[in-house]
């Protein structure tokens, strides 16, 4: 079985920065150097209120970036409208909140089925390939189906915050089953969130989970290592993952 594709979130690199509203680090720096240690794609959020990823980053990623740049934003018209300008290889529609210190859960597709569909085929129309970042659930697999997504990022949280054995076994087996009914259904498959170096191999197992975007936990060991050997180290685990497959 083949590694997952890695996606590297950049995000928390661009946090840091603006804790001090500095110029550096700079995420585009970060980018590069995590293309350099391997990775297939970044992964960037631009949020509603900015508190990370600014419109520039945006805007230099798409014309230095050498693999693949994907925007995740959230199903707004101001946050269409960028996509539509500056035209990422991929974007992936999240939930967003204010208040919410990180992304809590993935998008209510069954619930906000119109409105999402009308964002899918605006992006689709700019040949824009869409993903949907959804909790392991089934029902939130066929509304994405039914929407026209062509992919869907299954949110790996719960299985990463479980703290006892049949709590981790109990929603691994639900992210397993939401892969399954994904592919069976002729969507790809990525997951994210939470997924760090002591968790990822069971997820990164699943035969039908063809990417993984890891940001946090990339970033973190990047301020000890670098970026480039904290993808590399990644990568590494990943492949040693899929050879024991």
């Known amino acids: 079985m083949p590694a997952a594709r890695l996606g590297v979130n950049v995000d928390h690199v661009a946090t840091l920065r603006q804790a001090r509203r500095a110029a550096y680090p700079d995420p585009v720096a970060a980018a590069l150097l995590a293309e350099l240690g391997g990775a297939d794609q970044i992964t960037i959020h631009l949020r509603d209120d900015r ?26 018209p101001e946050m269409v409208k960028i996509a539509y300008e500056v035209h990422p290889d991929e974007v992936t529609l999240v939930p967003e909140r204010r208040e919410e210190l990180t992304t809590e859960g993935g ?8 409105a999402v569909g009308k964002v899918v085929k605006t992006l689709r129309d700019a040949d824009i390939p869409v993903s949907l970042f959804i909790d392991p659930d089934l029902d ?35 992210i397993v089953d939401t892969a399954k009914a994904a592919a ?14 002591q968790n990822v191999l069971p997820v990164a197992a699943v035969a039908e ?37």
Do not use: F
């Open 107 to 114: 998008l209510d597709v069954v619930r906000a089925k119109e």
């Open 184 to 197: 069976k259904l002729g969507l790809q498959v990525a997951g994210g969130h939470g997924l760090n170096y």
């Open 209 to 245: 989970i063809e990417e993984l975007n890891i940001g946090h936990a990339i970033v973190a060991r990047a301020v000890l290592v670098g970026m480039e050997r904290a993808v590399r180290e990644m990568k590494d685990l990943l492949s040693h993952g899929a050879r024991g497959a």
């Open 51 to 76: 508190r990370h990823i600014q419109d520039r980053d945006l805007q230099v990623m798409r014309k230095t970036v050498a693999t693949r740049l994907n925007l995740e934003m959230a199903a707004t």
């Open 140 to 174: 939130q697999v066929k509304a994405a189906h039914r929407v026209e997504a062509q992919m869907v990022e299954i949110h790996t949280g719960r299985y990463c915050e479980a703290r006892l054995p049949a709590d981790r076994r109990r929603e691994l087996a639900r």
